[in-house]
């Protein structure tokens, strides 16, 4: 195991397998030494957490969705760099985006979920730019997506 996840299984987080693509598109683009990652859905195994947060979703059910996509940002990134996280540089961005209620505009902390979980993992690597957009409708009503810029090895 990697550092990286051995910090992760120390705080008890299994990553899930990459999710497959719902489109036409790749999960992860590498560009020289930058992993550009397709946005990760509020996915888990019980087919994760969709609705209208403020509404159908409540705030930390919300950052709970938000940490779910970051578990997916995590495993593809484990899946660009041949399994080792510790090829992980830095986490330059993440670009959250959540299916706000007319309402609903804590959004910021909403993406913390998954900001908090890059730190977590990676230290001061995990430390990133970021935006945090309210949206209209997200695919298949997920609460949360979120995407990634991240420099690797």
């Known amino acids: 195991m990697s550092i990286v996840e051995d910090r992760l ?3 008890g987080i299994i990553l899930p397998h990459p999710n497959a693509p719902i489109a036409n598109y790749v999960p992860f683009v590498r560009v ?5 990652i397709s946005g990760q859905v509020s996915l888990d195994a019980s087919g994760g957490i ?5 509404e159908d979703v409540d ?8 940490r779910l996509c970051g578990l997916s940002l995590l495993a593809q990134m484990k899946a660009a ?6 090829r992980v540089v830095h986490v330059v961005k993440l670009g959250g985006f959540v299916q706000a209620g007319p ?5 910021p902390t909403v993406i913390n979920g998954a900001s908090d979980l890059m730190v977590e993992a990676f230290g001061d690597a995990g430390k990133h730019a970021r935006s945090a957009v309210g949206v209209y409708r997200l695919p298949r009503n997920f609460a949360v997506e979120i995407d990634a810029v991240v420099r690797v090895s």
């Open 9 to 11: 299984a120390a705080a």
């Open 32 to 36: 020289g030494d930058m992993l550009h």
């Open 50 to 54: 969709c609705g209208v947060v403020g």
């Open 59 to 66: 705030l930390e059910r919300a950052k709970q969705a938000a």
């Open 81 to 86: 760099c041949d399994d080792d996280l510790d």
């Open 103 to 107: 309402n609903f505009f804590d959004i």
